[in-house]
């Protein structure tokens, strides 16, 4: 309902995103960031984020933990940080520089370092491992190297001045450039004084295509991923004719060897020529192992799949890669929203294997994925900690996300649970469950659970792991992802590709007079996640220093060897 109220009201789109990241920002909020609009000599603000080398995204620190020193003015206009923005290791500092909407600045010294020990090994450092810096001038990422090395000499040289080129369209900021000059030798003892010039110039730019510049079209649009979501297509059509040829020619002869056995005497049945996913008849039904774990499971999973497609749908109506953290506050967001969804069919289906200690299973709906999300951050925030990087989450953060998830989450499953249990609470088998379990009788090693999991994640890891690789470049290479229509297709071509696994994977097991079906077939689907993860392992071994380093890295070289712009303008 609410999605197609956005739909139809696609023109206030960006407006209604606005108030949702507003509901869960912290902080104070003004507006003029948000509006993106400005009267003349307005104060637009020049923020500094983070400093890291160029091969690894994702190692961030404080721009001010290197020693930079900060303009002169202090009083900060105004300052905003949503949640999103926290917790992805965004660090907006005040960069102290003024810069006033159409008017230009002339060369301006605005502050003076002298280099001891302890600063020049700090520019050493990062000068010898390329380190980088991002700023934001309304919203729009500005990227600039903080020195150059001489290698031969062994000299390094660190840029003290920055020249901004803002472009306006009207009473908004469509373009801006920054040139980085002024190579000063770190020396001990050496003066180096920073300056900044601004100049402004108007611009035919749309406000709402100021962005494509910094996107990478010959990448992410590339043959390849045409063909690859093109493949995986096929794939689903094959399989869906698969999976639906097999099912009906099998499930037609089966019940044919059915039926001419029904005609059979009694005696000749207790001679037992029965075989097959018949005999199981009585215990197929029967709980899963664990029914409080499984239910929780799969509530979750019913909640994310309608988080994740919700949050895509957003992202592609919203342009939300353009803002700063906004597509994970949208995110915990939309989770907060849906979290009904989890408890009504984490509850139905507990109730319908005779659950009876609800409460504690919807506390534990509520944990599952808060407990895993958040125990993986902390523990990648005391790595972040030890090593004083920017994301290291702040508290404040932490307890945002734990009133959302106690004040928000828990009330809400809460209502979800009690819908569940009391509207589809109530099992309709077909058949009796039989009072003694049958024992599960010797099968091929190829029909143990274990293998069938095992092999069940390969299709759908198939389907998805060039996307995988567009997405994982975006997040170790400084490119933006914004191609989320691919992601939307490649994430229902997933979902099909799964069902259809899940299906014969459960007409194997129970063919081989196997019962155990409910969690066989979910740890089938799930494996994809798992063959997930080693790429991902293969990914960080072999391409962020291989290729990454070898390709990405000539980028900067290009034109930071002649200097200057930004990076993505090239082509
Ligand atoms: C920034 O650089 C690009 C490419 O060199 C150029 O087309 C554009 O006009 C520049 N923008 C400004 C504001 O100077």
New binding site residues.
Partial sequence: MELRFIIVRNMGFRRLTLYFVLLISVGKLHCDEHTHTYKDNEEVVLWMNTVGPYHNRQETYSYYSLPYCQGPKEVIGHYHETLGEALQGFELEYSGLSIDFKSDTPPTVFCEIELNEEKLKAFVYAVKNRYWYQMFVDDLPIWGVVGEPDDTKGEYYVYSHKKF???FNGNQIV???MTTEGKVLLTVGAKIPFSYEVHW?S?KTKFENRFDKYLDPNFFQHRIHWFSIFNSFMMVIFLVGLVSMILMRTLRKDYARYAKDEEMDDMDRDLGDEYGWKQVHGDVFRPAAKPLLFSALLGTGCQLLVVTVAVILFTILGELYTERGSLLSTAIFVYAATSPINGYFGASIYAQMGGKRWIRQMLCSVALLPAVVCGTSFFINFIAIYYHASRAIPFGSMVAVACIVLFVVLPLTLVGTVLGRNLAGQADYPCRVNAVPRPIPEKKWYMEPAIIVSLGGVLPFGSIFIEMYFIFTSFWAYKIYYVYGFMLLVFLILLVVTICVTIVCTYFLLNAEDYRWQWTSFFAAASTSGYVYLYSIYYFIFKTNGWLWNTVSKLPFLFFGKLH??LF?LD
């Fill in positions: 080129d803002l472009a373009d801006v450039n110039k611009s712009g930004p303008a």
